[in-house]
């Protein structure tokens, strides 16, 4: 089993004479980043307050752990969500052009998150208050299921080949500095306010602030243009000729079974190392607030760091060593972490940053997926691995997680190291493309 990278056409941008990166691709590279940064903010924000959230929602009446698992449920439902909004919207750009998907996912991102930080609470209109915030988080779900593999398409497709990878490496940097603005409001929130007053009205308050980040992404992408490769394959007519997805599926397989396993791996670090952590510190290892979202900040800085590393090392090693090594140092660090800071708690900052530094890893696994599809249907085919994967995988993670713990209070380390191994072995299967 192995992805398709090494066949004729998979990969557009590689047909073009090699060329270094020109001030256009920066300030492409920039402005994807910077709107993926606002729209990936409006999509995690919820996690931070989960704890204020599932207390406001839910009966009080309801256990605590039951009350978190019901929470980080609705959580995951963006994730469960994810496959069928980007199904829907990888197929029109693959039909209608990448640009027009990757402005109308901000939309439907940011009309969501403006909603949560106006809706009432249980104790104004009951149960209807969980569901409701439940279908609003499944709106969130289907525009980041376009959202992150059309921005790993749009920016692969604007580079030459032989930067695919820091292209790539640098957009999920953006993606990861969404969470660290999250991290950094949620840190500043939670030092503003007093509890009684982030449990009155406070918790609003980063939602609102993600409604302004909408906008503000909006206008950012009015300035990008399609893609060379897109706008190539339109004049040609050389366009899918089925349903793009159709083909995936049929003539695909092994590059959608690497894509997904990769992608396990990629949610394993992101939810479990960066969104739940801070939870996990609060309530497993005693620390405060304050203290668990700073250093959260600090690991999420690393992990943006660590992603443009590993981008740029896919593209002078190969995908394959950079994911196995990366994977290798990841489990152990995670291990260490969690095993560590609650016998050295002066420890936290230092082994936290480590271990985000080295979740930067994922950043090399989009440059796998981008090269694992041909031009024509490759936002269907990474689209589908990608969100499909993460649905099961990632959406499943915190409700696994938290029922583990039950029983494991190393669960997070166990669960994180496992699929570093699983991620090392999947890496043995890629075949890195030649390079000129």
């Known amino acids: 089993m192995s992805t398709s990278s090494t066949t004729a056409g998979a990969l557009g941008a590689q047909s073009k004479p090699a060329r270094p990166l020109t001030g256009q691709d920066y300030k492409t590279l920039a402005l994807a980043a910077l709107g993926g940064a606002l729209e990936f903010y409006d999509f995690i924000i919820f996690v931070f307050f989960a704890t204020v959230i599932g207390q406001l929602f839910f009966p ?47 939309l439907l991102m940011s009309v969501p998150t403006l909603l949560m930080g106006l809706m009432p609470t249980y104790d104004t209109i009951g149960l209807l208050a969980p569901v409701l915030l439940l279908v609003l988080r499944i709106m969130q779900g289907a525009a980041v299921g376009g959202e992150v593999p059309g921005a790993w398409v749009f920016v692969s497709e604007h580079v030459p080949s032989k930067h695919i990878g820091y292209a790539c490496g640098t957009l999920t940097a953006g993606l990861t500095a969404g969470i660290l603005l999250g991290s950094l409001v949620a840190t500043g929130i939670n030092s503003v306010f007093t509890p009684a007053e982030l449990h009155d009205w406070g918790w609003r308050v980063p939602f609102l602030i993600g409604g302004v980040f909408g906008i503000a992404s909006m206008y950012l992408r009015r300035w990008l243009h399609e893609t060379p490769v897109f706008a190539e394959l339109q004049q040609r007519k050389a366009l899918a ?34 969104l739940m952590t801070p939870t996990f510190l609060q309530k497993i290892y005693g620390f405060d607030a304050r203290t668990a979202l700073v250093a959260n900040s600090v690991a999420t800085l690393c992990l943006t760091v660590g992603c443009v590393v590993s981008g740029s090392l ?3 090693i190969g995908a394959r060593r950079t994911l196995f090594f990366g994977g290798l140092l990841l489990a152990v660090s995670v291990y260490a972490f969690y095993t560590t800071i609650g016998t050295r708690p002066d420890l936290l900052i230092p082994l936290y940053a480590l271990a985000g530094f080295l979740v930067g890893t994922i950043g090399a696994v989009p440059f796998v997926l981008v090269n694992a599809f041909p031009a024509q249907v490759r936002f269907s085919g990474l689209s589908f691995s990608y969100n499909l994967s993460y649905a099961i995988f990632g959406g499943l993670t915190p409700m696994v997680v938290t029922l583990m713990l039950k029983n494991d209070p190393l669960a997070p380390a166990h669960y994180v190291v496992a699929l ?9 299967f890629i075949k890195d493309r030649s390079r000129g």
């Open 420 to 428: 570093c191994v699983l991620g090392m072995i999947t890496a043995l």
């Open 241 to 274: 000729a089925e349903m793009p997805l159709k083909s995936v599926v049929r003539d695909h397989r092994g590059a959608v079974a690497v894509s997904m396993l990769l992608t396990w791996m990629l949610s394993a670090g992101i939810v479990v190392v960066i």
């Open 314 to 316: 896919a593209d002078k």
């Open 60 to 106: 009080p009446s309801v256990p605590d752990w039951l009350r978190q698992l019901q929470t980080f449920g609705i959580f995951a439902a963006g994730y469960l969500a994810r496959p069928l909004g980007g199904i829907v919207m990888a197929h029109f750009g693959d039909l209608l052009g990448r640009k027009k998907m990757f402005t109308l996912s901000i």
